[in-house]
């Protein structure tokens, strides 16, 4: 059972930085499709940036945090970050890491697909201000 536990979340101004990181276990972060998501009450979990598996995996964003946010993961030590620059307000959301296994049907035009992730982090909190 692989289990993901974010931490790093918390307050800053906007144009601040913050650093997500996700620590996997049960499996290993380099053999799955890693995606980090968020979500604000009463709106639909959104994708904001997967890695696929595999030395030299590739990565994807969606296009509000293109150029701004980079995701990466740390064979060694078993973890995906999600580093985040520039913060705007409207990046304000509860952060969640998730997994999914390389069978789920997880390419360039699916990642976004909530159902195809199979494990999901509690999430963290972000709060950037103005």
């Known amino acids: 059972q692989v289990q993901l536990v974010e931490s790093g979340g918390g307050s800053v101004q906007a144009g601040g930085s913050l650093r997500l990181s996700c620590a996997v276990s049960g499996d290993t972060a380099g053999r799955n499709y890693m995606g980090w998501f968020r979500q604000i009450p009463g709106k639909e979990r959104e994708g904001v940036a997967a890695i696929f598996p595999g030395d030299g995996g590739g990565a994807v964003y969606t296009d509000s945090v293109t150029g701004r946010f980079t995701i990466s993961r740390d064979i060694a030590k078993n973890t995906v970050h999600l580093q985040m620059n520039t913060l705007k307000p409207e990046d304000t959301a509860m952060y969640y890491c998730?997994?999914?296994?390389?069978?789920?049907?997880?390419?360039?035009?699916?990642?976004?697909?909530?159902?195809?992730?199979?494990?999901w982090g509690q999430g963290t909190q972000v709060t950037v201000s103005s």
């Open positions: 998730a997994a999914a296994s390389t069978w789920r049907g997880i390419w360039r035009g699916t990642w976004r697909d909530v159902f195809r992730y199979q494990y």
